[in-house]
């Protein structure tokens, strides 16, 4: 029996889960903004606590590996690997739109195309295609401005299509069109627990010194006004 933490820090939501053998057994999430810094670690002990769990019992710790937040991917990371190197556990990084595409399909069940898309500013979002039960996506995760353009490639591929993600949501007005449908899912570490599973099972670890997540884009950096 695998008992796996998830750690989800790509967007504004923090979350962690455990997940035994494929199940998640224990969810804590907080909404606070820019707060993800000082409540991870302490949504994992409560998370432990609610589970009746200690860390040393875990078999493994899984990580959103992006793409997303800048600044919540490295806390995520570095959390992840602060608590494997302590523990000598295994660390797992699952990718964050694939693992948002199949709670898609879990949900759905229906053939079609499942589009997660994470906020990335203004009208760009980090997106890939995924077909129904296919391991992989249809394009290279990318960062896309959408406007017309994209309802119109989307629409050239015919079928069904199932948006997700706080990018969908945003991108609704642009993709109108009757075979648009946006579902209300987000990125949670409760989505993660099938995918860290079939990835423990495997083998398929990360290396603790020279991981690193999927950012795809530099991150934004302001100057102080103190400096102007």
């Known amino acids: 029996m695998a008992l796996i ?14 997940g035994l053998d494929g199940e998640c057994v224990g969810l804590v999430e907080s909404e606070i903004p820019q707060a993800h ?18 860390l040393k019992e875990l078999d493994a710790v899984a990580v959103s590996g992006g793409p ?18 302590a523990l000598n556990k295994p660390l797992i990084a699952v990718d964050t739109l694939k693992a948002l ?8 069940g229906e053939e079609g195309f499942y589009v997660p898309m994470i906020d990335a500013r203004r009208m760009e979002v980090y997106t890939a295609t995924y077909a129904f039960q296919e391991k992989n996506p249809l394009e290279k995760t990318q960062a896309r401005i959408i406007d017309e353009s994209s309802r ?59 991981y690193s997540p999927s950012y795809l884009k530099s991150p934004k950096i302001t100057i102080s006004k103190k400096k102007l």
């Open 152 to 210: 119109d490639l989307y629409m050239s591929l015919g079928k069904n299509f199932y948006l997700m993600g706080n990018g969908a949501e945003k991108c609704m007005d642009l993709l109108t069109y009757p075979n648009f449908q946006l579902l209300s899912l987000g990125c949670s570490a409760k989505h993660m627990v099938p995918l860290s599973q079939k990835q423990f099972i495997i083998g398929e670890f990360s290396d603790l010194a020279y």
């Open 37 to 54: 810094a000082s409540q991870l670690t302490r949504l994992i002990e409560q998370l432990m606590a609610d589970s009746n769990k200690e």
């Open 101 to 108: 595409a199949w709670a898609g399909m879990d949900k759905i």
């Open 68 to 85: 997303g937040s800048y600044t919540g991917l490295r806390i995520g990371v570095s959390t992840a690997k602060g608590i494997c190197y």
């Open 5 to 18: 933490l998830n750690i989800e820090t790509s967007t504004k939501v923090c979350s962690v889960s455990l």
